[in-house]
């Protein structure tokens, strides 16, 4: 079927006029991917009429791709790089190694002026065939080598220009090219691979980047392009010798924390930071206070100027996470993490917030600087809490990356998000990266922390409770009730929210799907509390507040955290309510719960006698079982005899029967008479060691119909027969007195007891008292 196809697809590809080829292009190209495994069949083994027939194919297949091109029309181009990506993709390494010519004519279609989507799957296509490539040292060899140095000189002249300079050559972006992207993107995954061949291209690279990435108004690069561009300008230093690899790395991540440096000074200039640096060798930047704040440049990492709070703030925000992409992306060689540089970094950052009062900075502990005015410091308030989210996204990325030996940082890195979350807590986006923050650190640190150390989080819990709680629906009429003065003034409310009710609910609906990360994160970080801090450090109150709060979400993971650790009980409270009935009442018919409510474990026996019947082989057990079964036959039919009422009479009247095998059973029920001792044939007291040894166990029924369990030997029943002929009168005295004394509980517990005997009778031991049988029914015939 495969070869049918393929032959199809030539077919269909030779014969159809070039300018149709476009609306049956995706047609062809699923195809070829169905002819997969015909294409990736080596030459050497495929013999026969119709593995040649396939070669043929195959040669057609790639001869046509060639010719379409190098045709003239848009159409049979785009049609060719659609299937040479589909083909590659399909054939993997028995068409690449034919397939020179045509990257060869990919790379000259970039040059060409064809439409934009055309050179975007070119360039997507040229990628392609370059990583697949890369695990074949011969492909790598006849193909990438020699071709990949014009694509990356093909694709950079597509998104800059090429200017030169006495100290060498750098790249002058586009602004408005469409394939930024696209080649960005290339970039990024080629370079890893083949950093040898981006070596020459290290320094324009470097300098299309810093364009890109310090761009501002009116040359701006959209949110995606700039997202980019910071991945490849964290990725240049593992383009450096393999002896240099690890230094590039220090040299640009030290570069990063003093160009952050450099832009806090301007930026931070309207107020007196009480921050001092552990690094002596910082310092501070000049500038002039009497005009606009701004930094002409270039920085330690040769990047633009800006001008103004707004472009400050956002080349810090950039520079944090080009340092955070440095910090989590693998480097090519060994490097130690500069972390005192980079917490002393976050302190100075996280050092300066936002007032709670505007007009009185010192509610924070914040000292304005006079000599700005007071414009430049409300811009600065506002701006602070996108730097503060960069900040607790860096911190994210160490703890992330270092894990368990990030323990000993942890405090710190509490004290800072926790000073954060105090002053800047109303925004919405800073409660967010405090919850993603702490859930990190709780699970790193959590069991070790301190009552102090657990003290300070007890504020974001109650914060975490208030963002999961869903918002209630009546906010214009509490607003409008809470309007009023407490000196009788007239009541404010909103008539559209009368006139249309519906407004209300489309402003809920829509701020709830705004709040659906903060809530994930609040509940992402009550649950690491719940599961990681000792229960004993968190405040009753506070226990008892978040365990509310996931009882009325239904929040079936951090219940489950709840119910696996609950409150220890301490002197002078008992132990605190489970809340495991609200857990069962939601969710039972989940796995996780039913396996916490009802586990089903296999008991663990270690008994030596448990342990002896456990070994015996199966035969032997089964042997052993049926001796007993005949032997307790036997006995039945014996007892049959006599009238089943005396048999009830001479059980009640038996002693208390022990047995040495009587421990393996889960229960023992024994029947005391109340007769007195007077009325007990002499013969049956004078064998006391014979009523000892229980025979079996089998239930009557007494005249009321109370079952009674009746344990007794061969001898003792033959002496109860002649004693209930001999003393007609006992009989009905014996009987009312079974009845009295065996009511329905015992009757149950009776009949569990001859069940469980029943199925443990293969334990005991069963040998001693059938040889004893045999005697006695000797003597009895005797």
Same mark, same amino acid.
């Given at each position: 079927?495969?070869?049918?196809?393929?032959?199809?697809?030539?077919?269909?590809?030779?014969?159809?006029?070039?300018?149709?080829?476009?609306?049956?292009?995706?047609?062809?190209?699923?195809?070829?991917?169905?002819?997969?495994?015909?294409?990736?069949?080596?030459?050497?083994?495929? $013999?026969?009429?119709?593995?040649?027939?396939?070669?043929?194919?195959?040669?057609?297949?790639?001869?046509?791709?060639?010719?379409?091109?190098?045709?003239?029309?848009?159409?049979?181009?785009?049609?060719?790089?659609?299937?040479?990506?589909?083909?590659?993709?399909?054939?993997?390494?028995?068409?690449?190694?034919?397939?020179?010519?045509?990257?060869?004519?990919?790379?000259?279609?970039?040059?060409?002026?064809?439409?934009?989507?055309?050179?975007?799957?070119?360039?997507?296509?040229?990628?392609?065939?370059?990583?697949?490539?890369?695990? !074949?040292?011969?492909?790598?060899?006849?193909?990438?080598?020699?071709?990949?140095?014009?694509? /990356?000189?093909?694709?950079? =002249?597509?998104?800059?220009?090429?200017?030169?300079?006495?100290?060498?050559?750098?790249?002058?972006?586009?602004? =408005?090219?469409?394939?930024?992207?696209?080649?960005?993107?290339?970039?990024?995954?080629?370079?890893?691979?083949?950093?040898?061949?981006?070596?020459?291209?290290?320094?324009?690279?470097?300098?299309?980047?810093?364009?890109?990435?310090?761009?501002?108004?009116?040359?701006?690069?959209?949110?995606p392009v700039v997202d980019v561009a910071?991945?490849?300008?964290?990725?240049?230093? #593992?383009?450096?010798?393999?002896?240099?690899?690890?230094?590039?790395? $220090?040299?640009?991540?030290?570069?990063?924390?003093?160009?952050?440096?450099?832009?806090?000074?301007?930026?931070?200039?309207?107020?007196?930071?009480?921050?001092?640096?552990?690094?002596?060798?910082?310092?501070?930047?000049?500038?002039?206070? %009497?005009?606009?704040?701004?930094?002409?440049?270039?920085?330690s990492l040769r990047f633009p100027g800006?001008?103004?709070?707004?472009?400050?703030?956002?080349?810090?925000?950039?520079?944090?996470?080009?340092?955070?992409?440095f910090i989590s992306m693998p480097s090519?060689?060994?490097?130690?993490?500069?972390?005192?540089?980079?917490?002393?970094?976050?302190?100075?950052?996280?050092?300066?917030?936002?007032?709670?009062?505007?007009?009185?900075?010192?509610?924070?502990?914040?000292?304005?600087?006079?000599?700005?005015?007071?414009?430049?410091?409300?811009?600065?308030?506002?701006?602070?809490?996108?730097?503060?989210?960069?900040?607790?996204?860096?911190?994210?990325?160490?703890?992330?990356?270092?894990?368990?030996?990030?323990?000993?940082?942890?405090?710190?890195?509490?004290?800072?998000?926790?000073?954060?979350?105090?002053?800047?807590?109303?925004?919405?986006?800073?409660?967010?990266?405090?919850? =993603?923050?702490?859930?990190?650190?709780?699970?790193?640190?959590?069991? $070790?922390?301190?009552?102090?150390?657990?003290?300070? /989080? %007890?504020?974001?819990?109650?914060?975490?409770?208030?963002?999961?709680?869903?918002?209630?629906?009546?906010?214009?009429?509490?607003?409008?009730?809470?309007?009023?003065?407490?000196?009788?003034?007239?009541?404010?409310?909103?008539?559209?929210?009368?006139?249309?009710?519906?407004?209300?609910?489309?402003?809920?609906?829509?701020?709830?799907?705004?709040?659906?990360?903060?809530?994930?994160?609040?509940?992402?970080?009550?649950?690491?509390?719940?599961?990681?801090?000792?229960?004993?450090?968190?405040?009753?109150?506070?226990?008892?507040?978040?365990?509310?709060?996931?009882?009325?979400?239904?929040?079936?993971?951090?219940?489950?955290?709840?119910?696996?650790?609950?409150?220890?009980?301490?002197?002078?409270?008992?132990?605190?309510?489970?809340?495991?009935?609200?857990?069962?009442?939601? !969710?039972?018919?989940?796995?996780?719960?039913?396996?916490?409510?009802?586990?089903?474990?296999?008991?663990?026996?270690?008994?030596?006698?448990?342990?002896?019947?456990?070994?015996?082989?199966?035969?032997?057990?089964?042997?052993?079982?049926?001796?007993?079964?005949?032997?307790?036959?036997?006995?039945?039919?014996?007892?049959?005899?006599?009238?089943?009422?005396?048999?009830?009479?001479?059980?009640?009247?038996?002693?208390?029967?022990?047995?040495?095998?009587?421990?393996?059973?889960?229960?023992? !029920?024994?029947?005391? $008479?109340?007769?007195?001792?007077?009325?007990?044939?002499? #013969?049956?007291?004078?064998?006391?060691?014979?009523?000892?040894?229980?025979?079996?166990?089998?239930?009557?029924?007494?005249?009321?119909?109370?079952?009674?369990?009746?344990?007794?030997?061969?001898?003792?029943?033959?002496?109860?027969?002649?004693?209930?002929?001999?003393?007609?009168?006992?009989?009905?005295?014996?009987?009312?007195?079974?009845?009295?004394?065996?009511?329905?509980?015992?009757?149950?517990?009776?009949?569990?007891?001859?069940?469980?005997?029943?199925?443990?009778?293969?334990?005991?031991?069963?040998?001693?008292?059938?040889?004893?049988?045999?005697?006695?029914?000797?003597?009895?015939?005797?």
């Open positions: 079927m495969t070869s049918t196809t393929l032959r199809a697809v030539t077919h269909r590809l030779t014969t159809t006029p070039v300018d149709q080829l476009p609306s049956i292009a995706s047609f062809l190209a699923t195809s070829l991917s169905d002819c997969a495994e015909l294409l990736s069949t080596p030459q050497a083994q495929k $013999s026969g009429k119709f593995e040649s027939d396939n070669a043929v194919q195959v040669h057609k297949l790639k001869t046509r791709l060639a010719s379409l091109l190098q045709d003239r029309s848009v159409e049979g181009r785009w049609t060719a790089v659609v299937l040479a990506k589909a083909a590659v993709e399909a054939g993997q390494w028995e068409i690449l190694r034919g397939y020179e010519p045509i990257v060869r004519s990919l790379i000259g279609v970039l040059a060409k002026p064809d439409p934009a989507s055309t050179r975007k799957m070119c360039i997507i296509t040229l990628t392609r065939i370059f990583h697949l490539t890369y695990q !074949y040292p011969t492909l790598v060899r006849e193909i990438t080598t020699p071709h990949l140095p014009g694509f /990356i000189t093909a694709a950079l =002249n597509l998104i800059s220009v090429l200017v030169k300079l006495p100290s060498g050559s750098s790249r002058k972006a586009k602004v =408005n090219s469409p394939f930024t992207e696209t080649v960005l993107h290339a970039v990024l995954e080629l370079m890893p691979r083949h950093p040898t061949i981006f070596r020459p291209f290290g320094l324009q690279l470097r300098s299309l980047l810093t364009e890109i990435i310090g761009s501002s108004p009116p040359a701006y690069f959209p949110g910071e991945q490849v300008f964290s990725s240049l230093h #593992k383009c450096a010798p393999k002896d240099k690899a690890g230094t590039g790395w $220090s040299d640009d991540c030290r570069s990063t924390i003093l160009s952050i440096h450099r832009t806090a000074d301007h930026v931070f200039r309207a107020v007196v930071e009480q921050w001092e640096s552990v690094d002596t060798t910082l310092a501070p930047a000049r500038q002039t206070l %009497s005009k606009e704040v701004a930094d002409d440049g270039p920085d800006w001008k103004g709070i707004h472009s400050g703030t956002d080349r810090i925000v950039v520079l944090l996470r080009i340092l955070s992409r090519a060689a060994p490097v130690a993490l500069p972390l005192g540089t980079i917490l002393d970094l976050t302190s100075r950052l996280t050092s300066v917030t936002a007032p709670l009062d505007s007009a009185e900075g010192s509610q924070s502990g914040v000292q304005v600087n006079s000599q700005i005015g007071r414009e430049e410091r409300e811009m600065l308030w506002i701006e602070l809490p996108r730097i503060h989210i960069a900040s607790m996204d860096l911190l994210e990325h160490v703890a992330s990356v270092l894990d368990k030996s990030a323990t000993s940082i942890t405090q710190t890195m509490l004290e800072q998000v926790t000073w954060v979350f105090r002053n800047e807590k109303s925004c919405r986006d800073i409660r967010s990266a405090t919850y =993603n923050l702490l859930t990190i650190l709780v699970k790193l640190n959590g069991p $070790s922390m301190t009552k102090q150390s657990v003290s300070p /989080i %007890s504020h974001v819990l109650h914060s975490a409770c208030v963002d999961i709680l869903p918002s209630s629906g009546s906010g214009i009429e509490s607003n409008s009730v809470d309007s009023k003065t407490k000196k009788g003034g007239q009541t404010t409310a909103n008539a559209d929210s009368f006139l249309n009710p519906e407004l209300q609910k489309n402003r809920l609906s829509q701020s709830g799907s705004r709040s659906t990360e903060l809530r994930q994160a609040a509940s992402d970080f009550l649950q690491s509390v719940l599961v990681s801090v000792p229960s004993d450090l968190v405040a009753a109150s506070t226990r008892a507040e978040v365990d509310r709060t996931i009882i009325l979400t239904a929040d079936k993971d951090a219940m489950l955290a709840s119910v696996l650790n609950p409150i220890p009980a301490t002197k002078g409270r008992g132990a605190a309510a489970s809340i495991m009935p609200f857990l069962v009442q939601g !969710y039972s018919d989940q796995m996780e719960v039913e396996a916490l409510v009802r586990p089903r474990m296999p008991v663990l026996i270690t008994a030596p006698e448990l342990d002896a019947c456990a070994e015996m082989d199966e035969e032997e057990a089964d042997e052993i079982a049926d001796e007993a079964y005949h032997a307790a036959s036997e006995t039945t039919g014996f007892l049959k005899e006599p009238v089943a009422t005396p048999v009830e009479t001479e059980k009640q009247r038996s002693p208390p029967v022990t047995d040495p095998g009587a421990h393996l059973q889960k229960r023992t !029920y024994v029947e005391e $008479s109340s007769l007195p001792p007077s009325s007990l044939p002499a #013969k049956s007291e004078s064998q006391p060691a014979q009523n000892k040894k229980a025979r079996f166990e089998e239930t009557v029924s007494t005249p009321k119909g109370d079952p009674v369990v009746v344990t007794q030997s061969s001898t003792v029943a033959s002496q109860s027969a002649q004693t209930v002929s001999s003393n007609p009168r006992s009989e009905t005295q014996v009987t009312s007195q079974v009845t009295t004394t065996a009511g329905p509980q015992a009757a149950a517990d009776a009949q569990l007891s001859a069940d469980e005997s029943d199925d443990e009778l293969p334990a005991l031991n069963i040998d001693s008292d059938t040889d004893e049988e045999d005697d006695e029914d000797v003597t009895m015939d005797g």
